[in-house]
């Protein structure tokens, strides 16, 4: 028999590449039998996949080193030649089913390819003699490769199940668990490795802590495992061990907003609460990851690391939500994430931080996950009504406890003032405190500062204008002042982005309102953990006659107006209890019905719903996901002082050094707003082939971030 080759470096033959496949099969199935899939059409498709690959023109690929030859076909398609569907027929499958198989086989890469059914015939003839010499112990009843196209079952380009639910579930479930074990065994990793140490590890967690029994929210958690849960449970109730107990030993997503909350999770579950080697356990998944595992380069293999996290093959995955719930778009090449939440479960945490669009997103992507066979927990500060009355629209089901979980608690003291925010009551309050100011626009934060800073107060400044490596910086800076205990006497200003994920705790905060949701974050920066404040230590300006910065930019008109109504009455002591009410007055369905913010979620359910899938392409898809509007930019003075870093990485040949150079420029670079970029000066440094610095013209430094060169045309919503 002829030695055929499925891949070149390292050398590996399509018996070899094969047999990996099926051990990956058994391991999967193994672990994870529940899996709605029909195992044998499973197998079936794994042994049959890379056939093709037995072409002339594809070992003349691999012997040449080229990327393709001249009139070569994919060879997944070519793999559908040995598809014996007479035995299929006899076996009962329908015409319906066997055309998945097909499909499972020939899109398994996707590759947009146009050609003529001649020409794949032509192919296929040629498969013959190669065929002839190929013998596969694990190849049930071979069959000489196919003359001619079956049109009955397969027509080139098309998905012939769109309309038909049912297999188009079966091929996602087929297709996408091939692509997972065939990932696993082209990168030589397991396709999963078996939870069986998150509880174990939970319950020696609680024992170190001297904890004797579980809170209720923790308990309810434990107690509706296999369910769809939605809960509401206020900051400070543990509602990480309440979704790691929810969880269990089944494998895990736990998906928050910002980077920053999900590097603080895994920190927590990698360093508190597990026992053994992290990186067959959790893992971190965003678009920073390289750099965070760096940290801890010398525990384990980082190239190894991020491996089995991309290829989703660890327990636990804490994640942003454009990670996995990109799926809604159905973009070729999706079906390996639905495929591996259809026997996953899915914790989504401070669901209240969302933006209309996400919300949709959310919902439609929740649909998906109940359909496929998956589970999926809201663990929630604040949930707006709306969200509720969606995922009932949707016929979602899910398990909600009869109240929140909240204890009222006394740490708030509200003051209202209808004005816009100013220096004068925080000079008034500041002296010998710990202050917060939240602004809600990069302008206004920096107008705030410059004040304070000119009348002689201790005060720092902190939002999304900074380089990386300040971020990092002001990040840890604010993180130490903000401790009870901190010797830290002295204001610090920031925007949102201090709205959620960072543990602070300062004595007093003076806030713009932005919308309720928003607010209620911002003041869970201000006694945290403290209770029984002796006098006001929450102020917010709701603007007056005049709107607050940022309304109609970053904050919605018509939340902000609900919000400023709700927050009018407010007078001193806020249990959590009213703020569950105003969330409740602010976001329910009825109360938003016809709004802009109520059609934005409305309109984003029903587009997804109606369109057809395979519409985009994945990066079209990720584009629309992520709504980005901001560019990655280089200050030209940090370009200027880092050319010798530049230069490195552009000599560098090392790939994975290359990596490491690439993760220290992006400590260099500030994502700013499209507007600020179009109305600025820029030019681009081409770094190889495929990256690039955009390098800006402005003014920088690390006490106020990015200033537009033409400091009389600054911008106030950069």
């Known amino acids: 028999m002829k030695k055929f080759y499925a891949k070149s470096n390292p050398k590996e033959t399509i018996q070899e590449h094969t047999d990996k496949l099926i051990e990956n099969f058994i391991l999967l199935k193994h672990l994870y039998s529940n899996i709605r899939v029909d195992w044998e059409l499973l197998y079936e498709i794994c042994v049959l996949h890379d056939l093709g690959k037995m072409g002339n023109k594809f070992q003349e690929k691999l012997k040449s080193k080229q990327k393709m030859v001249k009139g070569e076909i994919p060879h997944g ?58 013998y596969y112990d694990k190849w049930k009843l071979p069959i000489p490769p196919a003359k001619k196209l079956n049109l009955r079952y397969f027509s080139i380009g098309e998905h012939t199940f769109e309309n038909d639910y049912e297999n188009f579930k079966k091929y996602v479930l087929l297709k996408g668990l091939l692509n997972r074990i065939d990932y696993a065994a082209s990168a030589s990793i397991p396709v999963e490795w078996e939870n069986q140490f998150l509880a174990r590890d939970l319950a020696v967690w609680k024992e170190n802590k001297g904890i004797s029994e579980w809170n209720t929210l923790q308990q309810f958690m434990k107690a509706h495992q296999n369910e769809n849960v939605v809960v509401i449970a206020q900051t400070g109730m543990g509602k990480t061990e309440a979704g790691l107990l929810w969880l269990g030993n089944a494998k895990g997503f736990f998906t928050l907003p910002l980077k920053t909350a999900i590097n603080s999770i895994y920190e927590r579950v990698k360093d508190d609460i597990l026992t053994e080697k992290v990186d067959t356990q959790v893992g971190l998944l965003h678009s920073d990851i390289f750099s965070r595992y760096l940290l801890d380069e010398k525990e384990y293999d980082i190239a190894e690391y991020i491996t089995r996290t991309k290829q989703l093959s660890l327990p636990l995955t804490i994640c942003t939500l454009d990670q996995i719930f990109d799926i809604v778009y159905r973009y070729p090449g999706f079906e390996h994430k639905l495929a591996t939440l259809s026997y996953s479960k899915v914790i989504l945490d401070e669901v209240q931080m969302y933006s209309p669009d996400l919300l949709a997103y959310v919902i439609v992507g929740l649909k998906y996950i109940q359909t496929f066979g998956g589970k999926f927990a809201i663990l ?9 009355h969606y995922m009932k629209e949707e016929k979602l089901e899910f398990t909600m406890p009869e109240k929140p979980f909240i204890t009222d608690i006394f740490r708030h003291s509200v003051c209202v003032k209808h004005r816009e925010l100013d220096i004068q009551d925080i000079l008034e309050h500041a002296n010998g405190k710990r202050v ?27 939002h999304s204008q900074f380089i990386r490596a300040d971020r990092r910086q002001k990040e840890q800076e604010i993180f130490q002042d903000g401790q ?37 974050q911002r003041m869970g920066r201000c006694y945290r953990k403290r209770e029984n404040p002796a006098e006001n230590n929450i102020f917010v300006y709701d603007g007056g006659e005049k709107k607050c910065n940022g309304v109609g930019f970053v904050v919605d008109k018509e939340i902000f107006q609900f919000s400023k109504e709700a927050v009018a009455v407010l007078d001193g002591k806020l249990l959590e209890s009213k703020k569950m009410e105003l969330i409740d007055e602010v976001y329910s369905y009825e109360r938003l019905e016809g709004t802009e913010y109520n059609k934005e979620i409305e309109n984003n359910i029903k587009y997804l719903r109606d369109m057809s899938a395979y519409e985009l392409d994945k990066t079209e898809a990720k584009k629309r996901f992520r709504n980005i509007q901001s560019v990655s930019v280089i200050p030209k003075r940090i370009f200027e002082e880092n050319e010798p870093l530049i230069m490195l990485y552009k000599n560098e040949t090392n790939k994975f ?12 670079q500030v994502d700013v707003s499209a507007h ?22 402005c003014f920088y430094d690390n006490k106020t971030g990015v200033t537009r060169k033409e400091r009389g045309k600054e911008n106030k919503f950069f």
């Open 77 to 134: 398609w070519l793999s559908i030649a040995f598809i014996n569907y007479k035995r299929l027929k006899k076996e009962g499958y329908s015409v319906e089913e066997i055309g998945v198989i097909f499909q499972a086989i020939a899109y398994h890469h996707d590759r947009n390819y146009l050609f003529e059914i001649e020409e794949l015939e032509a192919e296929f003839l040629e498969l013959e003699e190669p065929a002839s010499q190929f």
């Open 380 to 388: 929630t500060a604040t949930l707006p009504g709306i969200v509720t």
């Open 436 to 462: 917060l100011v939240i602004c809600n626009t990069v302008n206004k934060a920096k107008e705030i500062f410059s004040a304070l800073q000119t009348a002689g107060v201790n005060t720092k400044l902190f």
């Open 484 to 520: 009870v205990g901190s010797e830290f006497e002295g204001v610090w200003v920031a925007t949102q982005v201090v709205e959620a994920s960072l543990d602070i705790d300062f004595d007093l905060l003076f806030t713009e309102l932005s919308d309720i949701n928003g607010l209620f």
């Open 657 to 668: 050094e290359k990596q490491k150079l690439w993760e220290k420029l992006k400590d260099l």
């Open 676 to 697: 600020l970029f179009e109305k600025s000066e820029s030019k681009i440094e081409p770094l190889s082939k495929y990256k690039k610095l955009q390098i800006l013209d």
